[in-house]
Antibody
Framework: QVQLVQSGAEVKKPGASVKISCKASGYTFTTNYMHWVRQAPGQGPEWMGLIIPSGGSTTYAQKLQGRVTMTMDTSTSTVYMELSSLRSEDTAVYYC????????????WGQGTLVTVSS | DIQMTQSPSSLSASVGDRVTITCRASQGINNYLGWFQQKPGKAPRSLIYAASSLQSGVPSKFSGSGSGTDFTLTITSLQPEDFATYYCLQYKSSPYTFGQGTSLEIK
């Protein structure tokens, strides 16, 4: 069965960076795009970007350009999302979410990783 | 960016009812739309993709329709586990954007 297991909660100071992992299993890692979505407390979800594991190409939401980097390690079937220059507004639960093969449509979600940015 | 407007923002219904949630796009998105259910403290669950296709394992009580700018999610025979918040997401162009959500509450 498809599983996306994310790394644990993080507490960071403003200005720092955070790198979250998402380990995929139960399918062929390189055949499905992977999205990252975040959700601030009490707010709706916000799409951050996606990575195509078969080649590593990425698309980022323009508002995060320059601060977000999505990478992958095909040897461990893991995708990573790094967000730099953290501010309080980046406090959120971060999710990886797999897309249906040969499409962008999300089917499976990771369990989420809470990132708290606080001085 | 494409704006997605859901209505209503909240909805009260009873067990057994049929409800419809609407999502309107600020410009045409063909059928590049998904619907998600989210319960407090949990990751979203994918329900519908391509506006009307049911995700694997999702019961047929959930259905989606629409194309262009106007879309609906219909849930029939509401059960206690269906009370949650529902979001739409457009995939037509980056940045992909979510609706603000519809909170479905028990009457």
């Amino acid at each position: 069965q498809v599983q996306l297991v994310q790394s644990g909660a993080e507490v960071k100071k403003p200005g720092a960076s955070v790198k979250i992992s998402c380990k995929a299993s139960g399918y062929t890692f390189t055949t499905n795009y992977m999205h990252w979505v975040r959700q601030a407390p009490g707010q709706g979800p916000e799409w951050m970007g996606l990575i195509i594991p078969s080649g590593g190409s990425t698309t980022y939401a323009q508002k995060l350009q320059g601060r977000v980097t999505m990478t992958m390690d095909t040897s461990t079937s893991t995708v990573y999302m790094e967000l730099s220059s953290l501010r309080s507004e980046d406090t959120a639960v971060y999710y990886c979410a797999r897309a249906i093969v040969r499409s962008y449509y999300i089917d499976y979600w990771g369990q989420g990783t809470l990132v708290t940015v606080s001085s | 960016d494409i704006q997605m407007t859901q209505s209503p923002s909240s909805l009260s219904a009873s067990v057994g009812d049929r409800v419809t949630i609407t999502c309107r796009a600020s410009q045409g998105i063909n059928n590049y739309l998904g619907w998600f259910q989210q319960k407090p403290g949990k990751a979203p669950r994918s329900l519908i993709y391509a506006a009307s296709s049911l995700q694997s394992g999702v019961p047929s009580k959930f259905s989606g329709s629409g194309s262009g700018t106007d879309f609906t999610l219909t849930i029939t025979s509401l059960q206690p586990e269906d009370f949650a918040t529902y979001y739409c997401l457009q995939y037509k162009s980056s940045p992909y954007t979510f609706g603000q959500g519809t909170s479905l509450e028990i009457k």
